[in-house]
């Protein structure tokens, strides 16, 4: 499944909830799922892991429909391979 059609789904099943629940509220839910996955890379259990970054990445994308924003071409900045890391200080 690409990008879009993966965040197509997430908007179908699961905007209206977001929507009720609120960008802000969402985004504790995104943040909880973080503190689960970095959970699961401490204890290394491979299955929990996977788990927990196909959660962590769905949860980005309902916070991304919520603010109106199409991951796929948000990603577009990165297709030069661009860095990461440039934005952060050493």
Do not use: C
């Not at 909880?32 to 980005?60: I, K, M, N």
């Not at 991304?64 to 948000?74: C, K, R």
């Amino acid at each position: 499944m690409d990008i879009r059609s993966f965040q197509d789904l997430i908007r179908k099943v699961y905007l209206e909830k977001d929507s009720a629940r609120g960008l802000d509220g969402t985004f504790m839910y995104f943040v909880e799922e973080v503190g689960e996955l970095a959970t699961a890379l401490r204890e290394e259990d491979r299955a929990a892991q996977a788990g927990e970054f196909a959660d962590v990445f769905a949860w980005l994308l309902s916070l991304a429909n919520l603010a109106g924003i199409d991951m796929e071409e948000a990603l577009e900045k990165y297709k030069d391979g661009g860095d990461i890391h440039k934005s952060r200080k050493p």
